[in-house]
Nanobody, 124 residues
Framework: QVRLVESGGGLVQAGGSLRLSCAAS????????MGWFRQAPGKEREFVAT????????IYTDSVKGRFTISRDNAKSTVDLQMNSLKPEDTAVYYC?????????????????WGQGTQVTVSS
C-alpha cells in the first residue's frame, strides 16, 4: 500500500512558476514508476509527466515539454513537478500517482495509487 499526498498548488500569474511535491508513505517507493496527471473543469484527467523508479527516464506530454520538469528523491520518498512559464490552460487539479510499471507509464490505468490532488490556477 502506498499513500500519496500532494502539496504546492496555488494561484499564480501567467508566466510564473510553481513547484508541486508529492510525499509517499508505505513500502518500496523506489520500486514504483511515478506520474503526474491533471484534470481541468469539464475535462477528462490527462497525463502530464512520468518518471521511472530510478529516475533515469522521463516522459512528458507535448504541451508541457520544455516548461515542466519531473524529478524524484527515493531517499525522501518524494516526487516533484517543477512548472515554469505557466499558462492559463495549465489550470487544473494536479494528481500524483504510483505505478507498478517501474519504467513509468502514460496511461492512467497503469497506476494503482493516487493522491487527493492539489489545485493549480493560472491567471491571465
Amino acid at each position: 500500500q502506498v499513500r500519496l499526498v500532494e502539496s504546492g498548488g496555488g494561484l499564480v500569474q501567467a508566466g510564473g512558476s510553481l513547484r508541486l511535491s508529492c510525499a509517499a508513505s508505505g513500502r518500496s517507493f523506489g520500486s514504483y514508476g511515478m506520474g503526474w496527471f491533471r484534470q481541468a473543469p469539464g475535462k477528462e484527467r490527462e497525463f502530464v509527466a512520468t518518471i521511472s523508479s530510478r529516475g533515469d527516464s522521463t516522459i512528458y506530454t507535448d504541451s508541457v515539454k520544455g516548461r515542466f520538469t519531473i524529478s524524484r528523491d527515493n531517499a525522501k520518498s518524494t516526487v516533484d513537478l517543477q512548472m515554469n512559464s505557466l499558462k492559463p490552460e495549465d489550470t487544473a487539479v494536479y494528481y500524483c500517482a504510483a505505478s507498478s510499471f517501474n519504467s513509468g507509464i502514460k496511461s492512467q490505468y497503469g497506476y494503482e495509487y493516487w493522491g487527493q490532488g492539489t489545485q493549480v490556477t493560472v491567471s491571465s
